[in-house]
């Protein structure tokens, strides 16, 4: 087993809304995925024959939003490889080592939440949700009072 010094996965996931997480988005920032998902139809499978099981995961896998950053990063074969995989450990005889590798999977491509933290992507809005709920003009937020306005002006030495 490895001793000392850091690893890959090491440490909190990274946090959009932290003051340090802030400054990684001025080096690379974290990438908005679309919330619906990748449109095009999914890539031509990169591995030998598919079962029939690994080619509906394939077809579900490529229209979720990560689809559009594994596109742009040419992860046809990783993701394939996690199909395959998750294939494997979904049969009742599956083997620990096998889904150890499926979440390690999941982790890397971004489809679980640690996973889409530590590739710093989050998910935009649905454009449906946009727009709901929201008043046309809405009232400039009242500021609860301070200690400042607690305090009143006393005059000394003025006729008492």
């Not at 490895?2 to 400054?23: E, F």
């Not at 008043?135 to 002006?153: C, G, H, I, Q, Y």
């Amino acid at each position: 087993m490895p001793r000392g010094g850091a690893r890959a996965v090491s440490g909190p996931a990274p946090d959009p809304r932290s003051l340090r997480s802030t400054k990684a988005q001025d080096k690379g920032g974290w990438r908005t995925l679309p919330a619906e998902g990748r449109q095009a139809p999914a890539p031509d499978w990169p591995l030998t024959t598919a079962s029939e099981r690994e080619l509906d995961l394939w077809e579900d896998l490529w229209v979720k939003p990560q689809a559009v950053a594994w596109e742009d990063m040419g992860q046809e074969l990783e993701v394939a490889l996690f199909v395959r995989t998750l294939a494997e450990a979904e049969r009742a005889d599956g083997r620990v080592d096998v889904k150890k590798m499926v979440r390690g999977y999941l982790d890397s491509l971004g489809l679980s939440v640690a996973g889409m933290n530590r590739n710093r992507w989050k998910v935009a809005p649905a454009l449906e949700d946009q727009g709901e709920d929201v008043p046309e003009t809405a009232a400039p937020p009242v500021r609860p009072p301070s200690a400042r306005d607690r305090l009143k002006v006393v005059f000394s030495g003025e006729g008492a």
